[in-house]
């Protein structure tokens, strides 16, 4: 009995790293930019597919295409901001959101036509004997993932406390204005936020994908849990995020477990709006943050 | 006739004819198609003008069709039933979603309307004893008047009936959105403590805005379960409100018509691009993203010429230095002291920003509130106008206690407050602005706006004549038509004081209404409340400037801490050791001239 629930809650905690990270990128890019990127899923799905092409497709050593793969998904986030982010700035909320899903679509039609629409599984180099560790069986590929996460989480937080661009990062969060009067490149910011959002999306895809299995319609789901971990966190909240990713993943892999694996999507949604009825502003949120 | 009564006379025409005059079923089907989109994004651009994006609208579509496509099968009934049912159903849906989640705003509502799309279609896809799940629910009844002679059978009956649903919802949303309920609902996405203190409830009117929506997404479902007799949780997938979303914001959102031609122009596009098979999703991705990268105020902008604008009120000759009328008599006039505050304290932890403050506003009084920085003045007013709740201490307007009641109540009652710094509604003109402010002066009720009664049409022309009275009244007159952000610093001042000033108040809050004035907007500012004074109004002020304190006021209130520490004429006060020592320094005090 214990030991089900022990392992329900490892899985549960190893998926709500990689919620987590997702939320990390989608609370960033909301609270920096105010931005509400409905492309996340996709830049999700694109790091899961990068590595698919540059490690099953093209033979690169597994490791080697992860770190490719990822870095792919940053230039992409890059661009996205250049070219049509930067032009929206002015516009109220509503446009730059459309103009994302705008590009969620093009983005996953287009990956429909590169690689075709059928599920595929990247054969990653570790063991499929799970490992034992008491009570708890976890398959290799599953430790590493939770492993990576774990790693990307605690470098994203000490690069944003700790490091002179992260500073700049959390000044233009909290005060645009006032960051440019000191010296900030805001354009520059932006442009890294939305890169560094877009990089963790893709190392989320790249695990899970390697976890799982890749196909072109994976981001949607992990676009609206992302949106229910954000919304858990508070918008903009970095500790919120890591903390809604982490109950997500153990209430899902709960639900799955106890409840039924059917409705087990709806739970985080379900999650949500019951938070939202106690605390509008999420776990973590500061009142009236939401404009 | 104007031109775009003709332009709408014939587009209307020809609408109409088009069955007569032999188009293909295929592209009847097309409009029918269009027409059902229609309802549904004219509900969104509805809410979106309140300020609050729904990207989980296809929700209520689907709840509308699954219940009319399942009261049409298990209990047989007849469209007519089926489909206002299924309005309704998605009506009291909206509501209860909107009780939960309007108090949210901006970006959690979009997050939550989201989710809730998605728990409706997890559950229509998995609850397979209701909705068969994902193999669809087949065999919907047609549409049938209750006899089997008027089952519609043809393309063109479902045409003619699609376009009798539009026009009412036309007719609808054009009521809604340029009547003074289209001011309340911009009010809110603009500027909402502005439109509280304007007496528009926030919640009450994007509620309404969100229930109309549903009602209209639910008929629209009804029709199409009736029409396509298939229903499949599809319908709840997160493309259509991609689809309905593209609709309004390219189409034009806040306009009467960019639902409409949006609708038009997004049924066919995806059809056209049929020929691109493998390419046409990505290219209708493309094509969204064009538009709303390069065309963000949607294709209707670009149709100006032919009248489909929203209607900004129409302004007449400029007017100047109108005299101030108070419009007394409407709303409560308060026996015994106009405004008073007893045993106030409002505590931010252990701190007490206020501590036990009482006072009493008399009828005609000029009352101010003076102190330093900190001192709780600010938080008094809060607590007067409903912003804030107080630990303790009642606030009595008139007879009557409004301690606790929300903003837009207060405001009913003939509370008005102007905010610090400027206060407008920076997207709509200098007329509309104290047009919507005009709000609590408004005595016909929906059912008046939407069949435009003569009551109605009254109302809104003297209400424009007060509008621009006000605006004479404050110096603003040749600006009628200008966009209230493009004005002055000190022009938007006077603007807020129009606001303030044309719901007919009997008591007025001013809130450090000269900061940032120069001496010379300060003197005209003085002029313009002297001007009010002799009418009937109470004015409660909290300035730092003592040259208009001490010039304007008959007794003063001063703060320190939280705490009253004097109170009595400006003469006395300028002598009062307490203050001096608190506030106003040692050294030389402005005398009254």
Redesign the interface.
Same mark, same amino acid.
């Given at each position: 009995m214990l030991a089900e629930l022990v392992q329900h809650v490892v899985n549960g905690l190893i998926l709500g790293g990689g919620y987590a990270l997702m939320g990390i990128g989608l609370t960033l890019i %909301?609270g920096i930019m105010r931005v !509400?990127n409905f492309a996340h899923g996709e830049l999700f799905m694109l790091g899961a597919f990068f590595l698919y092409t540059l490690f099953s497709l093209w033979g690169l050593n597994f490791f080697a295409a992860s770190l490719l793969a990822v870095a792919g998904v940053a230039v992409v986030g890059a661009l996205v901001e250049r070219l #049509?982010l930067r *032009?929206?700035r002015d516009?109220p #909320?509503? /446009?730059p959101? +459309?103009?994302m !899903?705008? +590009? &969620? !679509? /093009?983005i996953q039609?287009?990956a429909i036509?590169i690689w075709d629409p059928s599920p595929k599984t990247i054969r990653h180099p570790f063991s499929p004997v799970p490992l034992t560790l008491g009570p708890i069986h976890v398959v290799a590929i599953r430790v590493f993932a939770g492993a990576v996460a774990v790693a990307l989480i605690a470098g994203a937080h000490l690069f944003i406390q700790k490091t002179r661009l992260g500073r700049a990062m959390r000044a233009t969060f909290q005060d645009t204005d006032m960051a440019r009067l000191s010296g900030v490149d805001v354009d520059r910011i932006y442009m890294f936020t939305f890169a560094f959002g877009a990089a963790l999306a893709g190392a989320s895809g790249a695990l899970l994908g390697a976890v799982f299995w890749v196909y072109p319609a994976m981001g @949607?789901l992990a676009a +609206?849990k992302s949106?229910?971990v !954000? /919304?858990m966190g508070g =918008?903009g909240n970095f500790l919120g995020a890591i903390v809604g990713g982490l109950l997500l993943g153990v209430a899902e892999s709960l639900g799955a477990g106890y409840i &039924?694996s $059917?409705?087990k @999507?709806?739970i $985080? %949604?379900?999650l #949500? /709006?019951l938070l +939202? =009825?106690w605390r509008?502003q $999420?776990l973590f949120g500061k009142k009236g943050l939401? *404009? | 006739m104007s031109i775009r009564a003709l332009w709408g006379a014939a587009a209307g025409a020809l609408w109409l004819a088009l069955p007569v005059l032999g188009v293909d079923d295929y592209y009847l089907h097309l409009l029918v198609m269009a027409g059902i989109f229609f309802l549904l994004a004219a509900g969104m651009n509805l809410l979106l003008a309140a300020g609050q994006l729904n990207l989980g609208h296809t929700a209520f579509f689907g709840i509308g069709a699954y219940a009319s496509g399942l009261l049409g099968i298990h209990y047989g009934l007849s469209p007519l039933w089926t489909l206002p049912a299924g309005a309704c159903i998605a009506g009291v849906a909206g509501w209860l979603l909107g009780m939960l989640t309007l108090k949210l705003r901006g970006a959690y509502f979009v997050l939550v309307t989201i989710g809730f799309a998605e728990v409706i279609r997890l559950v229509a896809t998995n609850w397979t004893d209701l909705t068969q799940g994902p193999m669809g629910l087949a065999g919907v009844p047609p549409f049938n008047l209750a006899t089997e002679r008027f089952t519609l059978t043809s393309k063109r009956d479902y045409y003619y009936l699609i376009t009798v649903l539009a026009g009412a919802t036309l007719w609808t949303t054009a009521r809604l959105l340029t009547s003074r309920i289209g001011r309340a609902l911009r009010a809110v996405k603009e500027n909402e403590a502005l439109a509280e203190s304007s007496g528009i409830s926030a919640y009450r009117y994007t509620m309404l805005a969100m229930v109309t929506a549903c009602v209209l997404a639910g008929a629209a479902g009804g029709f199409y379960a009736h029409y396509i007799t298939f229903l499949s949780p599809e319908l709840f997938g997160f493309q259509n409100t991609v689809t309905m979303a593209v609709m309004v914001v390219a189409g034009g959102q806040g306009t009467v018509l960019g639902p409409a031609v949006g609708a038009l122009v997004f049924t066919f596009v995806p059809e056209l691009l049929r020929m691109a098979a493998f390419y046409r999703m990505l290219l209708y991705g493309a094509i969204l993203l064009l538009v709303v990268m390069f065309m963000p105020q949607g294709l209707v902008f670009y149709l100006r010429r032919f009248g489909a604008s929203p209607a900004a009120t129409p302004v007449g000759p400029a007017r100047d230095g109108a005299t101030f009328e108070a419009g007394a008599g409407v709303g409560e006039s308060p026996a015994g002291s106009a405004l008073s505050v007893a045993h106030i304290t409002v505590r931010f932890g252990g701190l007490a920003a206020v501590d036990d403050l009482s006072l009493e506003l008399g009828r005609g009084e000029i009352l101010a509130l003076i102190g330093p920085n900190g001192a709780g003045k600010s938080t008094a007013f809060n607590v007067i106008t409903g912003f804030q709740s107080a630990d303790a201490g009642r606030v009595r307007f008139g007879a009557a206690d409004i301690t606790g009641e929300p903003p837009y109540r207060i405001a009913e009652r003939g509370l008005v407050r102007m905010f610090q710094r400027t206060s407008i509604f920076p997207e709509s003109s200098a007329l509309d602005n104290v047009l919507t402010a005009c709000h609590r002066l408004a005595r016909t009720g929906l059912a008046g706006v939407l069949c435009m009664s003569r009551a109605n049409r009254f109302e809104e022309r003297s209400q424009i004549e007060r509008a621009r009275d006000m605006l004479a009244f404050v110096g603003l007159g040749h600006k009628e038509s200008e966009l209230a952000r493009m004005l002055s610093c000190g022009e938007q001042r006077l603007l807020g004081l129009a606001i303030a000033l044309a719901p007919a108040p009997s008591v007025l809050l001013l809130d450090e209404p000269a900061a940032g004035l120069n001496a010379v907007e300060t003197v005209r500012l003085m002029g313009l409340i002297e001007g009010i004074r002799g009418h009937g109004l109470s004015v409660l002020l909290v300035e730092h400037d003592m040259k208009l304190v001490m010039g304007l006021c008959d007794r003063v209130v001063v703060l320190n801490y939280g705490i009253k520490i004097a109170e009595g004429t400006p003469a006395e006060i300028q002598r009062h050791p307490e203050v001096i020592r608190a506030y106003l320094g040692t050294g030389g005090v402005v005398a009254r001239p």
């Open positions: %909301f !509400v #049509i *032009r929206l516009q #909320i509503e /446009i959101m +459309l103009a !899903v705008a +590009l &969620s !679509v /093009i039609n287009a036509l @949607d +609206l949106f229910a !954000v /919304i =918008l &039924s $059917g409705y @999507d709806a $985080g %949604f379900v #949500i /709006i +939202l =009825l509008p $999420g939401a *404009r | -």
